[in-house]
């Protein structure tokens, strides 16, 4: 029983985060159609079916580490993870600015390919350029979670979905809105922003406090073709 707890734990960070978004959803629907209205509302569907591009490449790139990051964590290779923990980063980075960059740059093209109406496309576009700010920061908190989770620290997996899908996000929605409809849309870079700051702080308390396994203990082979040759 304690074994298979342990496994559903471990999934449990992924799992439960269509239940913050349906939170978010109740709250930021009922809160715009508040401050603008029906229209307010259409420019936050765009901005979120947009959004998916920026996060199908984050969480394309954490899907692709977390076999190899669970392999080397298995072997109790510590360098081999922080390899890939590095290559994962850059490459959810750069695929996920080259994704923002062309939703900023082309934000009212976007908007019209969701059928934005023609009077909410200014608002429609200034959403979205905001949102596309925190982009770095959304990468780094998807792929450090991911991270732990593939490390079986489902403590810190949960807590950094925690933190950007209720937490923090919760409080930035309200706060936001309290400034007016101009200002609520920079609740998605304030949330990225204050949870990657947080987040980075238990990510780096739990691996000063993790027991490191001798890596010289570590059996390495290294397989040659000879036929090839």
């Given at each position: 029983p304690a074994e298979v707890a342990k496994c559903f734990g471990v999934g449990f960070s992924i799992s439960v985060q269509n239940l913050f978004a349906l939170i978010f959803l109740l709250l930021i629907n009922r809160t715009l159609l508040r401050l603008g209205g029906e229209g307010a509302v259409a420019v936050f569907d765009v901005v979120y079916n947009a959004s998916f591009f920026i996060l199908s490449l984050c969480e394309g790139t954490a899907e692709a580490a977390q076999p190899l990051v669970s392999t080397f964590s298995g072997e109790k290779s510590e360098r081999d993870c922080r390899t890939v923990l590095r290559l994962s980063l850059r490459t959810g980075l750069l695929l996920a600015g080259v994704a923002a960059a062309l939703i900023f740059g082309l934000s009212?093209?976007?908007?019209?390919?969701?059928?934005?109406?023609?009077?909410?496309?200014?608002?429609?576009?200034?959403?979205?350029?905001?949102?596309?700010?925190?982009?770095?920061?959304?990468?780094?908190?998807?792929?450090?979670?991911?991270?732990?989770?593939?490390?079986?620290?489902?403590?810190?997996?949960?807590?950094?979905?925690?933190?950007?899908?209720?937490?923090?996000?919760?409080?930035?929605?309200?706060?936001?809105?309290l400034a007016g409809l101009d200002y609520v849309w920079f609740l998605f870079p304030v949330t990225e922003v204050v949870s990657f700051a947080l987040f980075a702080m238990i990510f780096a308390v739990s691996r000063r406090r993790s027991t490191l396994f001798d890596e010289s203990r570590v059996l390495r082979l290294t397989v040659v073709d000879d036929l090839a040759s």
């Open positions: 009212e093209y976007v908007a019209r390919l969701f059928g934005m109406d023609a009077d909410l496309l200014p608002m429609a576009s200034r959403a979205l350029r905001i949102y596309c700010v925190g982009f770095a920061f959304l990468s780094f908190n998807i792929l450090l979670s991911r991270y732990a989770q593939a490390r079986a620290n489902a403590g810190v997996a949960f807590g950094g979905v925690l933190l950007r899908n209720l937490i923090v996000l919760v409080p930035a929605t309200v706060l936001c809105s």
